[in-house]
């Protein structure tokens, strides 16, 4: 771990509210006067959980329920990229679904607004030391909202274009909606200049849909865990190649089905493939992990050396949506996948 941890790495695929961090979940819990019990189990997807899917995403309810107000959640997202920043992540693409907190008067503009300070807070916070996580934000659609939603965060993100926001993303219960509900806003985006990632493949069943998905051509997907022998040639033959963004043990705990064992993910697949392919991992608190981890766990898994491994940290880099032309991608073009002094 220690050698994956001072690997300058990048994140593609993580939800803010499934990625804050333990501690303060807790206490944020325990000031609404839950026991610390109810908050581990509401709050994790363990080994051997056999709910269904859309059990399983009444994780997310805890840390919606004591994530409330700008500076609740600025706070929580400054320690999310110090958290990430201390695993030796150098830059990031952090993924949120725009919400209200009527409650306490905080809008859906008010909210990307307290994220985007987050970003701040953490930039100013790390000037002075070595280390600091970039960070740029992706809109999510969640999928139980429909087509006047998927418009409205549309028009959030190019809004914030300026502060950082790059694209859009689609999640949310993959038992819920359909496709049509928010092609035309995605379509939208991207005649604008966003990109568009979407998670695909999530659940048996949904060949069609994700058909539709690779004809639409998104800059990314993410976990393809179901993926038909159609489908998988469409995604081989699709020009230029979607990167994908995959998630070792988020699959393995919510898929065990297709991921029964680290060494059974569709990761070595893709990668033996040369089809390009970004470790992620898309919830670590939900999950219990960090892209560290993720990062050993495929060395060991896989059979990696040092050298794959710091080659699979720059293709990481390469999936990414930063413009290119932005002086972030000069300085991450020569750091990321060297090792760091931590
Ligand atoms: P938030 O968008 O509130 O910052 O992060 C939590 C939300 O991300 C969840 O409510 C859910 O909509 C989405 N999410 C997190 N992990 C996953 C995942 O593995 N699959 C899908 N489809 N959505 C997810």
Known sequence: L????????????????????????????????????????????????????????????????????????????????????????????????PRAHEEVGLSVEGYVQAVLDGFRDHQEGSASSSSSCHARLILSIDRRDGAEVAERTVNLALRHRSQGVIG????????????????????????????????????????????????????????????SPSNAKKLEETQPKIPLELCLTSNLLVCPQIVPEYSAHHFAKHYAQEHPVALCTDDTAVFGSSLSQEYAIAMQAFGFSREETKRIARDALQASFLDRNDPLWAELERVVGQEMTM
Not at 55 to 84: M, N, P, Y
Not at 214 to 224: A, K, N
Request: charged share 25%; net charge negative; aromatic share 6%.
């Open 2 to 97: 220690s050698f994956t941890r001072s690997l300058a790495k990048v994140e593609l695929h993580a939800h803010l509210n499934g990625s804050v961090r333990r501690s303060t979940l807790a206490s944020l819990a325990l000031a609404q006067g839950l026991s610390p019990d109810a908050i581990i189990a509401s709050s994790q997807i363990l080994p051997g959980d056999t709910r269904s899917t859309s059990a399983q995403f009444s994780v997310f309810h805890l840390a919606h329920k004591c994530i409330r107000g700008a500076e609740v959640v600025r706070r929580v997202t400054r320690e999310i990229l110090e958290d990430w920043s201390e695993d030796g992540v150098v830059y990031a693409e952090m993924r949120t679904t």
């Open 168 to 227: 859009i993303d689609l999640s949310g219960d993959p038992t819920l909606g359909q496709w049509s509900n928010w092609e035309p806003a995605l379509r939208r985006a991207r005649s604008e200049g966003l990109k568009v990632t979407i998670h695909a493949g999530e659940v048996p069943d949904a060949d069609e849909e994700t058909s539709q998905i690779l004809s639409f051509h998104p800059d990314r997907l993410g976990h393809v865990c179901y993926l």
